[in-house]
């Protein structure tokens, strides 16, 4: 008998064995997907992840429904990449298998309901019963949600257990593919009408419907199916198009039997031929920098290039990513910023055509399915560009990994599970690959500085800005003083606003950067101090005039915003604070003829809405670009001559022990994208503490005594490099079963790891969609075995769990958070 273990796209400590058929014995290959049962009614598509001949002991054994795939749909390594992320960062394998594979490729059963044929109409119901039973009249069937909407009823699976205890309905599982190829219909002649002789009838007895035969005519221009070996294919919407006829003409065609339609699969993807051009050559700088990179690769797997802002480091890649080509080896090039995606692609697409494929999730499911497919088959595609998912995709042999602006906190996942960081993975990921990997950043983290400095990465430095540009002038405003002065108008002050007028009086562009979204943090009233909060969540609520809502940027909770403070019924409510939004309108109403664009999540929800706001700026439709730290991450806009920083003191003062390191970075980054072509650039930053070091390290351009600064900090307090965190958070309902669980758990967790253990605290948000947080942090020195530490705390949080008043509580684990 023939045996698979399977991995279930669901949060499950172990993998599930299942029975082979006869019928599949030879064709089930690791690596494939297969439709298994589990549970009592449900269907899962599983991974197949073992073969063996061991019947399992502890459970009946179930047959497999069927084998999906005549091939599998992973590579290798990509299920030991897999088991690596689930160790490391302490998530079920099932969840990694979720957030891996494209939706489309996963099928599972949805639940259906219908009537009970035999039902009877005497039984007495309520008024929700009344409403599902109306709703499944006429033999409709629909799904939990469709139904849900279709009786307005938002919890309808109360009133669904009643009506089958009642026999009055019936519910099944159904298997649902979620991918369709995309297809377009095509036209040919019928078997009849390709008859020469049926041709010539044909033609006479449409001499009286001219439209008809008009239509029939170009047909057969277009497809030149009367020259012989020859027929191109014609669509439908082509023929309609070129003979100018309705759509009428042609089915009446169709019902003759002269023409028939049939459908052709086109895909999604853009596989139009792009025409190629030769890659610039490096300055001298450059090539420098490149050699001693191949000289680092030649010891070394990991190397760190670390240029300053407009230093042409992407040149350097296309330089690395040809070689690798010539190779017969595939790239993985990753960006942080979806939006970063759109300008890069461009670029590398002149250069490398069609071998580049485009990987994120802005992407429909589709449209993932159907790349992963194209990587799958080797159907051309030998460079994948994307953000953090993009580790995922199947690589037939991987030679070079690129993780550009490797400093960026977009590559750690957060929420859901697996909460893994997309620069370290991909580390792991080349070396099981036996490729290299390029990590690239103006402002290194300082974990993979202090790796470089350490001999664990090689390093290399590229220090001239490229066709030698200098470095922006950094201009500090002191806000506190021009506030005191009554000199601000808005959240300008007089210099900024001097120097956006003469940028625009030059025709050149601005960016002014500001990282909060939204119009203002919040509301106050100022009669009685009343601030709107979210009802699910220990939170503000974020003012976004332009929808006139408040809203939850953690649950998504919205209301209206109130005109009258609803406690004191007084008309005292004011915006505190400021977000892009608000600037946005500030800007318009001080320089009206200026064409004002905002980036931040709120405008670039879709994946046009990123390309359309960079290409304006790009060709110069907009003058000033209002946005959050998408602006900060590599893009190149040779017209920006000035970039304004309008409040650097949010990110200094928040209470995390990186906060220093990003406000560096993020001010490093936005300003190195003034005067990126052809002049030296202007940075206005505004403060209130315009003597904080850290300003003055940016002004200087000063990475190492930043570096010292906050080294010598967190080896006082151990914090990384020099350690590994490991973040435990407690959820739950009711904030009394949490704090005891969160006390109980930081007590055992003492008594094993000692001082290493902080907490449990509470964190700046103690409550997100109504459960009330806990947070416990462990610190492993980096000599010791973290899988060791995180065996016995998986241990203890296990024991935990199986206390009874804490059986509900909900534990997560995020190694290297933040």
Not at 226 to 251: A, P
Not at 769 to 784: D, G, H
Request: proline share 4%; glycine share 4%.
């Amino acid at each position: 008998m023939k045996y698979i273990d399977v991995i279930l796209p669901l949060p499950l400590g172990n993998r599930f064995t299942y029975l082979v058929p006869d019928e599949w014995q030879d064709e089930a290959r690791i690596g494939m997907r297969v439709v298994v049962p589990f549970g009592k009614k449900k269907m899962y598509t599983g991974i197949i992840c073992l073969i063996h001949s061991n019947k399992p002991e502890l459970y009946e054994v179930k047959e497999i429904i069927c084998l999906l795939d005549p091939y599998p749909i992973l590579r290798h390594p990509q299920l030991k990449f897999w088991e690596w992320i689930s160790s490391y960062y302490q998530a079920y394998i099932g969840d990694v298998y979720q957030a891996a594979i494209p939706a489309g490729l996963k099928l599972e059963s949805e639940t259906r309901v219908r009537l009970n044929a035999q039902f009877e109409d005497e039984i007495s119901l309520t008024e929700r019963e009344h409403k599902v039973m109306d709703a499944l009249k006429d033999g409709k069937i629909f799904n939990l949600s469709e139904l849900s909407n279709a009786t307005e009823i938002n919890n309808i699976m109360p009133t669904i257990k009643l009506l089958i205890e009642k026999d009055l309905i019936e519910i099944s599982e159904e298997i649902t593919e979620k991918y369709r190829p995309k297809t377009e219909s095509y036209i040919q002649l019928s078997e009849f009408a390709a008859s020469e002789e049926n041709l010539r009838e044909i033609f006479d007895q449409l001499s009286r419907a001219k439209k008809q035969l008009d239509i029939l005519m170009k047909y057969i221009e277009l497809s030149k199916c009367l020259t012989k070996n020859t027929l191109i294919e014609v669509s439908r919407k082509e023929l309609l198009e070129q003979s100018g006829c309705s759509d009428s003409v042609l089915r009446a065609l169709i019902d003759k039997n002269i023409l028939e339609v049939y459908q052709k699969e086109i895909g999604r993807l853009d596989t139009s031929h792009v025409k190629t051009e030769a890659k610039h050559p490096l300055n001298e700088f450059q090539q420098v920098a490149l050699q001693e990179i191949y000289k680092e690769f030649a010891s070394k797997n990991t190397v760190l290039l670390h240029g300053v802002t407009s230093s042409g480091k992407t040149e350097i890649y296309i330089h690395l990513i040809e070689q690798t080509l010539k190779e017969k080896k595939q790239v993985l090039y990753l960006v942080p910023e979806i939006a970063l995606t759109t300008q890069l692609t461009s670029r590398l697409k002149r250069i490398f055509g069609n071998k580049l494929a485009v990987y994120h999730s802005r992407f429909s499911d589709a449209e993932r399915v159907e790349i992963w497919n194209n990587l799958l088959l080797d159907n051309g595609y030998e460079i994948v560009i994307g953000a953090r998912s993009a580790i995922f995709t199947p690589f037939r042999q991987l030679g070079l990994v690129i993780v550009d602006e490797e400093h960026e906190t977009s590559y750690k996942q957060f929420d859901p599970a697996p909460r893994y960081h997309a620069r370290n993975a991909a580390i792991v990921l080349a070396s099981m690959h036996g490729a290299k990997t390029l990590l690239g950043s103006a402002t290194p983290a300082i974990e993979t500085y202090f790796n470089a400095k350490t001999d664990k990465y090689g390093y290399v430095e590229l220090n001239q800005r490229y066709q030698e540009l200098e470095l922006p002038e950094v201009l500090v405003v002191d806000i506190k003083e021009a506030y005191r002065k009554k000199q601000m108008k808005g959240h300008f002050s007089p210099l900024l606003l001097e120097k956006i007028k003469t940028a625009l009086d030059r025709y050149e562009q601005v960016i002014l950067f500001q990282n909060r979204r939204g119009y203002a943090p919040y509301i106050e009233c100022k009669a009685c101090s009343y601030i709107p909060k979210c009802k699910n969540c220990d939170v503000s609520l974020t003012v976004h005039k332009y929808l006139n809502k408040l809203t939850c940027h953690y649950c998504g909770f919205t209301e209206t915003i109130p005109q009258i403070c609803p406690v004191c019924n007084t008309p005292n409510l004011e915006n505190k604070g400021f977000g892009t939004e608000q600037i946005e309108q500030e800007i318009e109403e001080l320089f009206p003829q200026a064409k004002v664009a905002r980036i931040d999540l709120d405008t670039t929800r879709s994946k046009k809405s990123y390309e359309k706001i960079i290409t304006d700026f790009e060709s110069g439709k907009i003058n000033i670009l209002v946005g959050t730290q998408m602006v900060t991450k590599g893009l190149d806009f040779e017209r920006v001559s000035l970039v304004g920083i309008l409040n650097a003191d949010n990110m200094l003062n928040f209470p995390d022990f990186r906060a220093h390191e990003r406000a560096y970075q993020l001010m490093a980054q936005v300003s190195g994208r003034a005067g990126r072509k052809n002049k030296r650039g202007t940075v206005v930053l505004q403060t209130r503490n315009p003597e904080h070091p850290i300003i003055g390290q940016v002004i200087r351009n000063d990475y190492a005594a930043m570096y010292q600064t906050q080294c010598a900090e967190r080896q006082l307090f151990h914090y990384p490099p020099y350690t590994r965190l490991i973040e435990i958070t407690l959820r739950h309902r009711d904030f009394k079963i949490v704090e005891k669980a969160a006390q109980t758990l930081a007590n055992e967790m003492r008594k094993f790891f000692g001082k290493r253990v902080l907490g449990p605290n509470i964190p700046p948000i103690s409550r997100i969609q109504n459960l009330y947080i806990k947070n416990i942090l462990l610190k492993v020195e980096i000599s010791a075995s973290s899988e060791y530490a995180k065996e016995n705390l998986l241990e203890m949080i296990n024991l935990l769990l199986a206390e009874a008043p804490f059986k509900s509580v909900r534990v997560s684990l995020d190694v290297d958070p933040y």
